[in-house]
């Protein structure tokens, strides 16, 4: 692990609590890329309490699905824990207080236990591999999840969520990309935040999985300081696009604590939001939605 960037004030106790990770790469771009620093320096503001905001309000940490390192929200998806840790440590991550500590799927034994329950409950369909990151692992590690799913003929859709892309595209190569492309279900979910982000080694990762037949979708988070512009938004969208990487979802910051500097009031969200609409055709123009605990669907902004 990197040694946290010097900053002044309260930065080691935000560390101690939101530990700071990046690797070589994901550094470099910070150190050049005022946008991309903002997500991955400490900042003593994640430290501010603020009200109605919790470590864990989608109850990730919790075992309600009763299968060690698997998730259940939806009747249609499950998430698989496979890593505790990423590329960088993003300071607006859902799981900022919980990476590091996730139940992660590992042996034999847990991978058939997530198996069995997949294959218990016809209507999943959709299975996200995620964490943490699952591009942290070897390549053989990636494919034992990928086809372990990928064989069951109930399961459509093996969704790899990473921001190696982003965060370190060297990682996306092209034996890499065509190992997931021959599973034939594979879908690559990453995420982008500024349009600066879509350096020429990111471009390539993207295009490295696009050639080998993968669908590449894009999951931004509008966050302040960083994209909460419609200049800023629809310079991303298109850069996403020149990337052949769909514009997927704008998610409103969720409710979890430590990121209250990073938020961005809704009624600016939609202003964005309507602004990018009259901006760009529909190809290119993202749901902009918020994650609701309870909610068993991502809702549209215009509806909170
Ligand atoms: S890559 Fe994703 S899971 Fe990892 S820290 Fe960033 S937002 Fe969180």
């Not at 771009?29 to 603020?50: H, K, M, N, T, Y």
Request: hydrophobic share 40%; net charge negative.
């Amino acid at each position: 692990m990197n040694e946290p960037p010097p900053a002044a004030g309260t930065t080691a106790e935000v560390v101690e609590r939101y530990p700071y990770h990046a690797c070589p790469y994901a550094r470099a771009l910070a150190d050049r890329c005022p946008q991309f620093r903002i997500q991955v320096d400490p900042d003593p503001r994640e430290l501010e309490e603020e009200d109605g905001m919790e470590a864990d309000p989608f109850g990730e940490e919790s075992d309600a699905a009763g299968c060690y390192g698997l998730k259940q929200r939806f009747a249609d998806r499950v998430l698989v824990m496979t890593s505790d840790s990423c590329f960088m440590n993003c300071r607006h991550c859902t799981r900022k207080g919980l990476l590091g500590n996730a139940e992660v799927v590992r042996s034999d034994e847990e991978l058939s236990a997530c198996i069995d329950y997949v294959k218990e409950r016809p209507a999943v369909r959709d299975v996200l591999l995620s964490g943490g990151d699952p591009l942290v692992l070897p390549d053989d590690e990636v494919m034992r999840f990928v086809r372990a799913f990928g064989d069951l003929e109930q399961v459509d859709v093996v969704r790899v969520c990473t921001r190696a892309p982003c965060a370190n595209p060297l990682r996306v190569t092209r034996d890499l990309s065509q190992r997931l492309g021959r599973c034939g279900k594979v879908w690559v979910n990453t995420q982008f935040n500024c349009a600066a982000e879509l350096t020429p080694d990111a471009v390539e990762a993207c295009l490295n999985l696009v050639r080998a037949g993968i669908p590449v979708s894009c999951q931004t988070v509008l966050l302040a300081g960083v994209n909460d512009s419609a200049e800023a938004m629809l310079e991303l969208f298109r850069a996403l696009q020149r990337a052949r990487v769909r514009p997927y979802y704008v998610f409103q910051c969720d409710p979890v604590a430590g990121m209250p500097h990073l938020r961005v009031p809704l009624e600016r969200a939609l202003e964005i939001e309507r602004a990018c609409a009259e901006g760009i055709g529909g190809l290119g123009m993202p749901r902009f939605v918020a994650d609701v605990p309870g909610s068993t669907r991502k809702v549209p902004l215009c509806e909170l």
